[in-house]
Structures are given as structure tokens and as C-alpha cells.
């Protein structure tokens, strides 16, 4: 008799654990608008696109508000402290990413590092603001360079800006449809080339102008009273802080292939080299032509409403051509944080980039976003004004404060250390900066508040 010895039972076998999923892999904002593939060189080409714009051509305005020696400080305190303080942005993405949380978005990073809800909404509110007012004024402003043009070829034409602010949305919605940041970075790189090349144009016409027989006269006199000169003096430094404002550091970093370690660096030292080049010279030559009688907008100084222009038209005409290309990339730039906000809600990232489910509510909602910023530029040319207030309370705080508070969280250098005791210098002094200057833009807008108009022909400066 055989004796059939009974297997004991197994218990079953459990099923494999479910597969983690990266979060990034799950998010179609990240996946589809920030996707990372680019080089340092592309995050250079960003970088500059976001920081050097027509608004240069304020410099000799800006310079009017200081003088020569005041001027020449601020312009390099900014440039230097903003330097740092992006350096400094990237080293805190950088150690983030190597505890193996990459961070790439600002509002994500400030909330993740200073452990606040709050601040993710802080952020987001903000970033939005600026960002929004940017690709409103970059339509506006491109709008009025149209307008430039169309006035020098026929003065007495029936066409007005709010036609020419329809005709720059309608391209900038065929623009819209770039599906990812990285996708800019050949527009970025024309960019950086147009930004030199009306720079280099609009030195030679001061050169030109400053050395001619019609060269007006040379006044670097402040205003009278020391008050005025206090205000205009902020109001100053409020401007050269707004141009060298960026508020999307993490979002361009965010483009950048892994691992990032020193790109950000290389991309930040080829963007620092077109502002040496662009910024103080068109500070230095536009102030030294007109002094205290500079414009906003050197170039207006330079086609002034009586007299003769004071370079050859043909030439000032091509640095308009050439700056309002420029504001195409500028408002495809400021616009990203909008799409990745809207894609990372209306997509799906498990279907492709271009399925029809992503793809027609991507051209829906972007073209809605240009709708909105082409109606607020047509309604209010003034725009300028508020963006003054929108810049010194927005730009402050992203790009002078925050990345000294999130260095300090992040590294947490001895309180005896330099490094700890500059981080807070600045933070305390640019707060101050960015209170006085916001008052001093408030200012501004009331005193113009009599020139305001809804729809109107002229751009308030």
C-alpha cells in the first residue's frame, strides 16, 4: 500500500505591489509645457528672453531719476544682487533635486522649503500677476509699435491701437500654440540676437545724435525740491529693480535635462554678458544725449513730436521692427506659468501631446488667454502705470527676498556667517526698496490718473 504524502498548502501568492508612479509622470503641466530636455545654452536663451527687453530702453530714464554716480551704483547693485540671488535659486533647486525631490515650479519650491500652505498661494498669486501684467504690456507695447510704424507711412490714417493691439493677439494665439517651453528656445535664441540688435541701433542714434549739429541740449540737473527727488529716486530704482526682475527661475530650470547641476550657472553667465553689454549702454549713450529730458522711451526721445528726428528714420524704424519681434518672445515667455496652470488641469497625460483630447483644449484655453490680455491692452493704455505697482510688489519679494529666505532654510549657514548675515541685508533692504517704490509708483498713478483713458489712442508713459 502506498502511502501518498499530501503537499501542505501554500498560502497564495501575494500580488506584486502596484507600481509607483513619479508625480511628475502624472502631472500633464510638468509632463507636456515644463518637460525637460534642454542645455544650459537653452536655459541662457530663456533667461535672457525674461530679463532683457524693450524695457532697457527706460534706463536713461531711470538714470534721470539718480544721476550719473547714483545710477551707476544701482544699476550694478541690481545686477550683481540679482545674479546672487538666481545663483542662489538654483543651488536650492539643485539640493532639492538631489534629496530626490525636483522641484519646477516656484510656488511648489517656497512651500515645500519654508513647510507653509500659505505660501504656495503666495506665490502662485503673484507669479500669476506679474506674469499676466507682462503679456498684457508686451501686447500693448507691440501694439504701439504698429501703430509707430503705420504713423510714419501715413500721419493721417483712420487705423487706431486698439486695431493694431487686435492684429498683434491674433498672432501671438498662432504663437500660443507652441506646446512646451522647451519649444521656444529657438525664438529665445532670435530673441537674445534682436535684443542686441536694437540695443546696438539705438546707441549708434544717440552717438549720432549726441555729435550732430541738432544735438539738444545737455541738462543731468535733479528736480528742485528734496522731496521730488527722494520720490523720483525710488521711482528709479523701482524701474531698474522690474527690469532686472525674472519671477519664473524654477520654471526655466524646470526645462533643463537632469542631472542640472552647474547648467544653471553657465546659462545665468551667458545672460549676464548680453546685460552687461545692452544695459549700460543704452543707460550710458541715451542718458548722456538727453540728460533730464530723456523720455521712457528713448526712442520717442529720438522721434520727438516737433522738429526733426535725430537719427535717420529708416534705421529708427528698423530697432522698432526689431523690438517688436522681441515682444512676441516676451509675451510666449511670461505666458508658460499660465498654460502649465491650465494644462496641468484640463489635460490628460496619459493620452499624447497632441491627441485630440490635449490638443483641442489647449488651443481653446490658450487662445481665451490671449483674448483676455489683447482686450486689458486695448481697454487700458495706461497699463504701464499699474504695472509699476504690480512690478515693485511683485518683483521684490520673488526675486530679492525669497531666495535669500530659501538659501537660509535650505543650507542653514552658521548665524555668525557671512553668507547668512548678506542673505539678510538684502531681504531687509530691498523690503524697504520695494515699499517705497510701490508707494512712489502709486504716486505716479494718481498724478496721471487726469491723462487715463479706457480705449484711448495714446499710450500713457
Known amino acids: 500500500m502506498t502511502i501518498k504524502l499530501q503537499q501542505p498548502l501554500l498560502p497564495p501568492e501575494a500580488p506584486p505591489p502596484p507600481e509607483t508612479k513619479n508625480p511628475r509622470q502624472q502631472d500633464a503641466g510638468a509632463t507636456f509645457v515644463l518637460e525637460s530636455k534642454g542645455e544650459w545654452y537653452h536655459a541662457g536663451f530663456h533667461l535672457t528672453t525674461a530679463i532683457v527687453g524693450p524695457t532697457i530702453l527706460t534706463l536713461p530714464y531711470a538714470f534721470r531719476g539718480l544721476g550719473w554716480g547714483p545710477g551707476f551704483f544701482c544699476l550694478t547693485v541690481m545686477g550683481v544682487v540679482t545674479f546672487y540671488s538666481y545663483y542662489l535659486m538654483s543651488l536650492v533647486l539643485e539640493h532639492c533635486e538631489k534629496a530626490g525631490r525636483r522641484h519646477i515650479r516656484f510656488r511648489e519650491l517656497a512651500a ?14 503673484i507669479q500669476t500677476a506679474i506674469n499676466t501684467g507682462i ?3 508686451a501686447i500693448l507695447l507691440a501694439g504701439e509699435c504698429l501703430q509707430i510704424m503705420y504713423s510714419s507711412v501715413s500721419p493721417d490714417g483712420p487705423m487706431r491701437l486698439w486695431e493694431f493691439i487686435a492684429m498683434v493677439t491674433v498672432v501671438m494665439i498662432v504663437l500660443s500654440q507652441l506646446p512646451t517651453f522647451h519649444s521656444l528656445r529657438h525664438v529665445n535664441l532670435a530673441s537674445l540676437f534682436l535684443s542686441l540688435a536694437y540695443t546696438f541701433i539705438v546707441v549708434g542714434a544717440c552717438l549720432n545724435a549726441g555729435l550732430s549739429e541738432n544735438a539738444p541740449p545737455r541738462d543731468y540737473s535733479l528736480e528742485d525740491s528734496k522731496f521730488s527727488v527722494v520720490m523720483s529716486a525710488f521711482t528709479s530704482i523701482s524701474i531698474i529693480a522690474a527690469i532686472f526682475g525674472n519671477g519664473i527661475v ?19 553667465m551667458m545672460c549676464y554678458t548680453v546685460i552687461f553689454v545692452t544695459f549700460y549702454s543704452a543707460a550710458v549713450s541715451g542718458y548722456w544725449v538727453f540728460g533730464n529730458k530723456a523720455s521712457s522711451n528713448i526712442l520717442k526721445s529720438l522721434l520727438p513730436d516737433e522738429g526733426p528726428a535725430l537719427a535717420p528714420t529708416w534705421l529708427l524704424g528698423l530697432g522698432v521692427i526689431f523690438v517688436l519681434l522681441q515682444l512676441f518672445a516676451i509675451g510666449l515667455v511670461y505666458s508658460q506659468v499660465a498654460y502649465e496652470i491650465m494644462e496641468t488641469k484640463s489635460a490628460d497625460v496619459n493620452q499624447g501631446m497632441f491627441s485630440k483630447r490635449n490638443l483641442i483644449p489647449r488651443i481653446i484655453l490658450r487662445s481665451l488667454y490671449m483674448i483676455f490680455c489683447g482686450f486689458f491692452a486695448a481697454m487700458l493704455p495706461f497699463f504701464g502705470d499699474i504695472n509699476g505697482v504690480v512690478g515693485a510688489l511683485g518683483f521684490i519679494p520673488l526675486d530679492f527676498i525669497l531666495p535669500m529666505l530659501l538659501y537660509n532654510m535650505t543650507y542653514k549657514p552658521s548665524r555668525s556667517s557671512f553668507t547668512y548675515w548678506i542673505n539678510v541685508v538684502i531681504m531687509v533692504v530691498f523690503t524697504g526698496v520695494g515699499l517705497l517704490g510701490s508707494f512712489s509708483s502709486v504716486r505716479k498713478l494718481v498724478l496721471d490718473a487726469s491723462k487715463f483713458k479706457i480705449f484711448s489712442d495714446d499710450v500713457v508713459d
Open 112 to 125: 515645500d522649503v519654508l513647510g507653509s500652505g500659505w505660501m504656495f498661494y503666495f506665490v502662485i498669486f
Open 135 to 137: 503679456s498684457i504690456g
Open 250 to 268: 524654477p520654471e526655466i530650470q524646470a526645462t533643463l535635462a537632469p542631472p542640472v547641476t552647474g547648467k544653471m550657472l553657465k546659462g545665468l
